[in-house]
């Protein structure tokens, strides 16, 4: 069974920056493409950023690209998201997802990923 738990979120002030992390067990891991997505109050989940199985191709959406980065360490089967120039709007519950991948891929959709965390809580105030 996939499990995806994520950690390192909280409440941080505008221009902060915060690192998530997502601890994946159950799969493997260098099987696996990876994405973070977010839900703000009162929207839509949408998709954030995706890293590729071997961590050679990433993807991110236009309103965070320069400002996050993801990364990932197969051999401690983690991704993480290191956040920087936090905005207020910025401010979701942020989700780990997993989908196997039999290339070396990214994708942004929602539906193609299999698995998904609880979640971790990011506040970021002006």
């Known amino acids: 069974q996939v499990q995806l738990v994520e950690s390192g979120g909280g409440l941080v002030l505008a221009g902060g920056s915060l690192r998530l992390s997502c601890a994946a067990s159950g799969l493997t891991f260098s099987s696996y493409a990876m994405a973070w997505f977010r839900r703000a109050p009162g929207k839509k989940r949408e998709f954030v950023t995706a890293i590729s199985r071997s961590g050679g191709n990433t993807y991110y959406a236009d309103s965070v690209k320069g400002r996050f980065t993801i990364s990932r360490d197969n051999s401690k089967n983690t991704v993480y998201l290191q956040m920087n120039s936090l905005k207020p709007e910025d401010t979701a519950v942020y989700y780990c997802?997993?989908?196997?991948?039999?290339?070396?891929?990214?994708?942004?959709?929602?539906?193609?990923?299999?698995?998904w965390g609880q979640g971790t809580q990011v506040t970021v105030s002006s």
């Open positions: 997802a997993a989908r196997p991948s039999h290339s070396d891929d990214v994708m942004a959709v929602e539906y193609r990923y299999n698995d």
